[in-house]
């Protein structure tokens, strides 16, 4: 934050030098990126430590994917890679922790922009009492010998014609918080491309609960305001 604050302020100032807000834009990009890896060590901490607790609340998964692919499209746009939403139309509403679900996306997208050669596919779908997403992306397939280990804390694959840029946690992390959802984050080793498969109970039993809490406060309010 003391980094970032003072960046955002030079950035506002809209000093006409290009090569100057070039270098202020990798500086962003980075201390954004360091951020984000802070975020997620202190994740793995918790999560390790069994102190990591979710927060349900009831969530519209269709616009919770649509604002996660948006804040990432101008990436995408930038290293001249398409990203690709389908079947977004249809409201899907879960009871889910936000912030977890978030941040399992968000990790699965950025695997997918460092690792995409060009085109990135991401899905959407309702099952009964689930609903799945899907993050395809082509480039370089991952090994099926290796699509469990790398779930595993730490562990990368060893892709030559990429840099490494984490340190092997995000996808340890998202299959961590898909369990605390009691659902499932697996590579689908029987398709073309490398896809991603994540799979989370909609948790209606929950949705009925915090409808009944909505239903009780208005009773409770309307009796209070009754004469």
């Avoid at 201390?31 to 994740?43: E, G, I, M, P, V």
């Avoid at 090994?143 to 014609?161: C, G, H, L, N, T």
């Avoid at 498969?197 to 409808?211: A, R, S, W």
């Amino acid at each position: 934050t003391l980094i970032n604050g003072p960046l955002e302020i030079i950035q506002e100032m809209h000093i006409q030098d290009e090569k100057l807000n070039k270098n202020l834009n990798v500086i962003a990009t980075n201390t954004k990126r360091l951020l984000n890896l802070a975020s997620q060590l202190l994740d793995f901490q918790k999560m390790g430590a069994n102190k990591l607790t979710l927060n349900y609340e009831v969530v519209n998964i269709s616009e919770l994917l649509q604002e996660t692919v948006n804040r990432f499209e101008p990436t995408f746009t930038h290293q001249h890679k398409e990203l690709k939403v389908e079947n977004l139309e249809n409201d899907i509403i879960a009871y889910i922790d936000k912030e977890a679900i978030t941040k399992i996306l968000s990790n699965l997208l950025n695997n997918a922009l460092k690792y995409a050669s060009q085109n990135v596919l991401v899905e959407l779908e309702k099952g009964e009492d689930s609903f799945t997403i899907r993050v395809t992306s082509d480039g370089n397939k991952i090994p099926a010998e290796v699509s469990q280990y790398i779930f595993e804390p730490f562990y990368q694959v060893d892709r030559k014609e990429k840099p490494r840029n984490g340190v092997g946690i995000g996808l340890s992390l998202a299959r961590s918080l898909a369990s605390l959802h009691k659902g499932t984050i697996y590579l689908d080793t029987r398709q073309e491309n490398n896809m991603f498969v994540l799979t989370i109970p909609l948790n209606m039993e929950g949705i009925k609960q915090e409808n009944n809490k909505a239903i009780q406060k208005d009773i409770v309010e309307l009796d209070e305001h009754t004469p």
